[in-house]
């Protein structure tokens, strides 16, 4: 682990003393590459976030726009109808940190102000309002790279050394969050797997996970159903890919990442606390 400790901050407690912790998704959008749909209806969403949580959940992220490869945006105003009464129903039932997994600062602005605690931003916060929006409220910031767009990332993914571009633009970019004023222990850095990134990209990244701990950020590992796991096991469904996606999760703790991203929370709860287990023997 970067930190191993309990992590407060003005919004929320993530605790990190047992090692890694799993982010539960909820995906609030009718598009999304493996679970669209299942939870576009509000009372839906919040009972499946609860159940999450009830599995073993630390934080919930929730997304109400898809950003699988090839995805259109969505307007501010959908986002915003989509994910803020699940916000602001969880919020009311749980003490769980809520995540807004968003490119869109309006967006992140009315999440926190629903109950939302941590920013998720596919786009490594490059709009400076984010930015400032995270040193203003006390939000967790976390920082994803992603080569392009949701449109376009999977086109033509190319790198002279992946790891070290990947490493060197979420340091930057948790630079730029320290100047604006949010502590580096409410930073976490995500690679971003299969954002802008060949199979072969990917088994890089998550081999040298241990390099993104070194940078003193906590890290994020998001493996959870990703179609280079279907491509390792032939499984073209991504709901099918849950033995996958807990050997990626493994590898990830036991690499020592503090988050994993994942679909499946009470196996995926199973895995990082056998993972935990043997690591802090």
Not at 73 to 95: C, F, G, H, M, Y
Not at 142 to 155: D, I, L, R, S
Not at 156 to 174: C, S, W
Request: glycine share 10%; net charge negative.
């Amino acid at each position: 682990m970067s930190q191993d400790n309990i992590l407060t901050w003005p919004l929320g407690t993530v605790d990190f003393t047992q090692g890694c912790i799993v982010m539960g998704i909820l995906n609030v959008t009718p598009d999304s590459f493996s679970d669209g749909g299942r939870y576009a209806e509000t009372e839906i969403a919040v009972k499946h976030g609860l159940q999450m949580i009830a599995d073993g959940a630390a934080i919930i992220d929730i997304g109400p726009e898809s950003t699988r490869p090839g995805a259109e945006p969505v307007s501010v105003d959908t986002q915003i109808r989509r994910a803020i009464p699940v916000i602001e129903s969880l919020a009311k039932q749980t003490s769980i940190p809520i995540s807004i997994d968003t490119r869109d600062h309006d967006v992140a602005v009315a999440a926190v102000k629903a109950g939302a605690s941590i920013i998720n931003n596919v786009t490594g916060f490059a709009d400076d309002r984010l930015c400032a929006l995270a040193a203003e409220t006390g939000s967790l910031a976390v920082v994803m790279h992603m080569q392009g767009t949701p449109g376009t990332m999977q086109k033509t993914p190319e790198y002279k050394d992946v790891v070290a571009e990947v490493l060197g633009f979420l340091t930057e970019r948790g630079k730029k969050l320290e100047s604006f004023g949010v502590p580096s222990d409410r930073i976490i850095i995500d690679p971003g797997i299969g954002f802008g990134k060949t199979f072969a990209h990917n088994l890089q990244l998550l081999n040298s996970l241990e390099r993104f701990i070194a940078s003193g950020y906590r890290l994020l590992a998001g493996t959870s159903r990703k179609r280079f796991i279907g491509q390792i096991t032939g499984k073209e469904t991504p709901a099918d890919r849950a033995f996958g996606t807990a050997a990626a999760v493994a590898i990830s703790a036991m690499k020592g990442a503090d988050i994993v991203r994942v679909h499946d929370v009470p196996e995926m709860v199973d895995v990082v606390k056998v993972t935990n287990a043997i690591i802090r023997k």
